[in-house]
């Protein structure tokens, strides 16, 4: 979205564009800035082939366009207005952090990362880090410990941060967290807005030119070429030796070498080492058998069932 007029585009380099064109005066910009509350006031500063205006010199980031205008043009600048400018880079398919070598899958995250490089208000129980005091306000209800219920149900948190968060993933949105930036349509998987996004608002899948499988996101197909084309196992088990690609892996396979049944049925009172095994375990006593055979129309509780019934009855293998 638009800052200065909420014009919306599917395409960040579209945003670009009609920034540059349409609002690349003073008077939109002196306009949006009376809005800005000084103690509140964050620029969000995309530095991606970053020049000066007054010159054309190409510049490296923030710190080295203050100097250049300093220095070069005589310009005065009120340097400590670096601390409100969070830098930015986007070439390429990875969200890269200008400072440090850390690369993310989500700009949401790429931000709050921004908060260790511009420690500006510092939290006096965790020493953590924070741009603003809008941020630093929000982060110390973390640390506010008691009994917080839920209007709207009987559940109770540990803080006023995740009930209200609880509140509205769960009663105000109904469970649907994942809004369009285009319509505002909600959706309860990410899976389902890319859909939306591309069925509706036209955006382009990507394709892997490995095997030809389609994303919605940079990310994910990032992640996927990572994962089952280059291999990368960067998270070792120090029980044996194998290797993973994540640490949701990682932890998973841990399971096999520490034993831990952390979830346990309520109908017959079996304990498992994974909520997706309790889940599946569940629909027997639903009897829930979601996988028919086209064959004989028998249905199967378990996946693996189904399989076995296919390759053994009928002589047909799952593809």
């Given at each position: 979205m638009c800052c200065f007029c909420n014009n919306n585009f599917v395409n960040p380099a579209d945003l670009k564009t009609h920034t540059l064109s349409t609002h690349?005066?003073?008077?939109?910009?002196?306009?949006?800035?009376k809005k800005q509350r000084p103690s509140a006031f964050l620029m969000k500063l995309d530095i991606t082939q970053l020049k000066c205006t007054v010159c054309d010199a190409s510049i490296d980031g923030v710190e080295g366009l203050f100097d250049h205008l300093q220095q070069e043009h005589d310009k005065r600048l009120h340097r400590e207005v670096m601390n409100r400018i969070i830098p930015f880079k986007f070439e390429g398919e990875a969200l890269q952090c200008v400072i440090c070598p850390s690369v993310f899958t989500k700009y949401k995250m790429l931000f709050e990362h921004m908060h260790t490089h511009y420690?500006?208000?510092?939290?006096k129980?965790?020493?953590?880090?924070?741009?603003?005091?809008?941020?630093?306000?929000?982060h110390s209800e973390s640390h506010i410990k008691g009994s917080f219920a839920c209007s709207k149900c009987?559940?109770?948190?540990?803080?006023?941060?995740?009930?209200?968060?609880?509140?509205?993933?769960?009663?105000?949105?109904?469970?649907?967290?994942?809004?369009?930036?285009?319509?505002?349509?909600?959706?309860?998987?990410?899976?389902?807005?890319?859909?939306?996004m591309i069925t509706v608002h036209g955006m382009s899948p990507l394709k892997c030119l490995a095997c030809d499988k389609s994303f919605t996101t940079p990310s994910s197909l990032r992640l996927h070429r990572q994962n089952y084309h280059l291999m990368e196992r960067r998270f070792q088990c120090t029980e044996c030796e194998k290797n993973f690609f994540n640490n949701a892996g990682l932890k998973n396979h841990m399971l096999k070498h520490t034993g831990r049944k952390d979830f346990q049925c309520t109908v017959c009172l079996k304990w498992f080492t994974r909520k997706s095994v309790l889940t599946q375990h569940m629909r027997i006593h639903a009897n829930d058998r979601r996988y028919i055979?086209?064959?004989?129309?028998?249905?199967?509780v378990q996946k693996c069932s189904w399989r076995g019934h296919m390759r053994t009855v009928h002589g047909e293998n799952d593809k």
């Open positions: 690349n005066n003073s008077d939109d910009i002196r306009d949006f800035m420690r500006n208000y510092v939290c129980i965790c020493d953590s880090g924070f741009i603003n005091p809008k941020a630093l306000l929000n009987d559940k109770v948190f540990e803080n006023p941060q995740k009930m209200r968060n609880h509140f509205n993933a769960a009663h105000r949105f109904m469970n649907k967290i994942h809004r369009c930036g285009v319509c505002n349509e909600r959706f309860k998987c990410i899976r389902i807005k890319n859909r939306h055979c086209m064959h004989c129309g028998r249905g199967f």
